[in-house]
């Protein structure tokens, strides 16, 4: 995160307002210039630049160049001449100064909230363009989800949210960067200078002075035309964009915020007739359409759902996640079939029952994945087919006796979930966890150790005792 350098002095020359108060600042003496940007993948790229006054103009010159792709290395600190900038273009910096903005709206960006609702169809339209460039051959949206997206795309708040998330990166929590990047430009006078420094987001917004920001596009313009193009990111990042850009840059962002979620949800729409099968046995909700991989399967195209039978009294339920095949879902039939086989295994298992029956907001959900609870992807590392994988626990079995064997995620009352299998043979086997305490066993009790997945392939008896 980029350091807030602190505004070291005011000098009284034309009108600065900084915490309620004005400075008269003119023209300054000198401008110094560092532009720095790093990327893992491309290199690093360091300039600096000093501007004197000199009559009408400011004189830019290049004082330091240091360019590297990890390859080759270019290096110059010969004070070069590069360009002529109007003293004009630096009068405009100081009346931005003088006039800060203190937020970014959707009106800085040419739009307005009355806008994006009389224009609802169109940003509708761009919406489903993007969706079907990101998923190919996707199904149309149905009549539920196209009403849902038109009204979250023309909401007041989902716009304003949107821009600053979008522009500003607000609410965003940077857990890795593989690049970073420093633009400070230190105006010189003779009593001291004033130092402002990029946000480091679209226009380099927003542009700190002290202890203020500024949401000034016009000083982004300014910057734009004084820095010399070069191979770093700071001056790509200030130029504008075209204005179809910033509306499609809108819309994904409030489609991803305030729809995304949602629109998964209303899929099962689309398959009317196949869920209503599943409710003659089922209370069913939790509907979610899943598209990327999971521990359980690689990317095929599917529908999730919850599922509980209507006379199970204890919070026993199944995840069904069923492939989407053109129009329909794979076949029904197998979770007709094997439901009750299934249910049957676990409440052969007493520590699990008691467990649930302490308390209420513990649950138990029996994987389901097409026509068995155990998935091909699962089959395949319990089996030891793909060796890379950690908590391999059933090394050797076919295929045959893998399909028999029941996978479920127990959940405590905190819906900290811990994943389990029982053979046939009501073994019960902890998989994996990762949290400090699974059922009634700490870390130090199972011998293992956080902070991420716990790989534990512990055995249990039937009593919940772990086997010798």
């Not at 990327?39 to 590297?68: A, C, I, P, Q």
């Not at 196209?146 to 795309?153: A, D, F, R, S, T």
């Not at 069904?320 to 053109?326: A, D, F």
Request: glycine share 6%.
């Amino acid at each position: 995160m980029l350091k807030r350098i602190i505004l070291l002095a005011l000098i009284p020359l034309l009108s600065l307002k900084t915490n309620g108060q004005n400075h008269d600042l003119g023209l300054p003496k000198e401008i110094v210039i560092s532009d720095i940007s790093f990327g893992s993948y491309v290199g690093r790229f360091e300039y600096k630049y000093e501007m004197e006054k000199d009559g009408n103009y400011y004189k830019l010159y290049r004082t330091h160049l240091f360019e590297s792709n990890f390859k080759k290395e270019k290096k110059k600190s010969k004070r070069k001449l590069l360009n002529n900038i109007p003293k004009e273009l630096i009068s405009k910096l100081i009346i931005e100064l003088n006039n800060p903005k203190d937020s970014l709206q959707v009106e800085d960006l040419g739009f307005s909230h009355e806008w994006f609702k009389k224009n609802n169809e169109k940003v509708f339209n761009i919406a489903k363009k993007l969706w079907m460039e990101r998923w190919p051959n996707s199904p149309d949206w149905n009549s539920y989800q196209v009403k849902y997206i038109k009204e979250q795309l023309k909401n007041t708040s989902n716009i304003s949210e949107g821009v600053q998330r979008k522009f500003l990166n607000k609410g965003y929590i940077t857990l890795h960067s593989s690049g970073s990047s420093q633009l400070k430009i230190d105006l010189i006078y003779k009593e001291g200078k004033i130092s402002i420094e990029s946000g480091g987001n679209y226009l380099g917004l927003p542009w700190i002075v002290g202890e203020k920001e500024y949401y000034n596009q016009n000083m982004s313009d300014i910057f734009y035309q004084v820095i010399p193009n070069n191979r770093g990111f700071n001056k790509k990042r200030l130029k504008r964009r075209d204005q179809e850009v910033i509306l499609e840059a809108i819309v994904d962002q409030v489609y991803k915020d305030d729809c995304e979620r949602k629109v998964k949800s209303l899929a099962f729409h689309n398959y009317e007739n196949e869920v209503n099968e599943l409710r003659n046995k089922f209370q069913l909700w939790g509907f979610k359409e899943e598209r990327s991989g999971t521990n359980n399967w690689d990317g095929d195209h599917r529908l999730f759902m919850y599922a509980k039978d209507t006379l199970e009294e204890r919070n026993i339920r199944f995840g069904i996640s069923l492939t989407i095949e053109g129009n329909t879902l794979f076949t029904r039939d197998s979770i007709f079939k094997k439901a009750d086989d299934y249910y049957g295994l676990v409440k052969q298992i007493p520590f699990l029952l008691d467990y649930l029956d302490e308390n209420p907001e513990r649950s138990l959900d029996i994987a389901f994945d097409n026509g068995n609870s155990l998935s091909e992807k699962v089959k395949e590392y319990q089996s030891g087919k793909n060796s890379w994988y950690d908590g391999i626990c059933l090394n050797g079995k076919t295929e045959e006796y893998l399909n028999k064997c029941v996978a479920f995620v127990l959940r405590d009352e905190a819906g900290n979930g811990s994943n389990w299998l029982i053979t046939p043979e009501l073994d019960v086997i902890l998989i994996y966890y990762q949290h400090p305490k699974v059922y009634k066993y700490s870390d130090k009790e199972l011998g293992l150790q956080g902070p991420s997945i716990r790989y534990a392939c512990k055995h249990f008896e039937l009593n919940g005792e772990i086997k010798k």
